[in-house]
């Protein structure tokens, strides 16, 4: 493996996702909130660098075509179970969210059990726009608890999960997120039923049609 400058945005991008957790630990709030928000953004946008260096200077390697979707999936998955938990376990949040970590799970679990045929799974150009969609919507619900922590005061209570109402930007920016977070979920659904129409070939036993 060879330390490129893409092979590196892309370990730090994966290194990255748990500390969007650890904010919370070490900082209080809204701190925590701005200090998540500023990492994950900084990380998405090694997502694109690190790929568009790659291309750019010829130096795309299978360590960093193996390591890149995995550091995808670990700053989304993290961010989401993080923004469940201060968001007040809203459901309008956690439908959408389940969504987006059973699609990731499923696909994970079929690549593995596809072994070599795996590479057959390419990934699409509507993955990408789902990756895309699931940051954006990320960033802007972090936005929004920061936000309604600062204009609360206190962290929202288990129990608080309807939609908010209201005109304050925490309000906004929570609608905004949540209206986000549900296209990036039906995107996601769509490419999971992809790949999983595209694997069915691979998944027939010998001797049936």
Known sequence: MRWTLPNILTVLRLLAAPGVAVMFLYFSRPWADWFALALFIGAAI???FDGYLA???K???KFGA???PIADKAMVVIALVVLT???GMNPWLILPATVILFREVFVSGLREFLGADAGRLRVTKLAKWKTTAQMVAIAVLFLGTGLAYLEQGRAPRAGEGDIPTGASLADIATHVGLALI???AILTAI???DYFRKALPYLKEPGHD
């Open 182 to 184: 549900w296209i990036a």
């Open 66 to 68: 193996m390591l890149d």
């Open 46 to 48: 090694t997502d694109w």
């Open 85 to 87: 938990g201060y968001s």
């Open 59 to 61: 130096q795309e390697s």
């Open 55 to 57: 291309r750019l200077w």
């Open 191 to 193: 490419t999971g039923w």
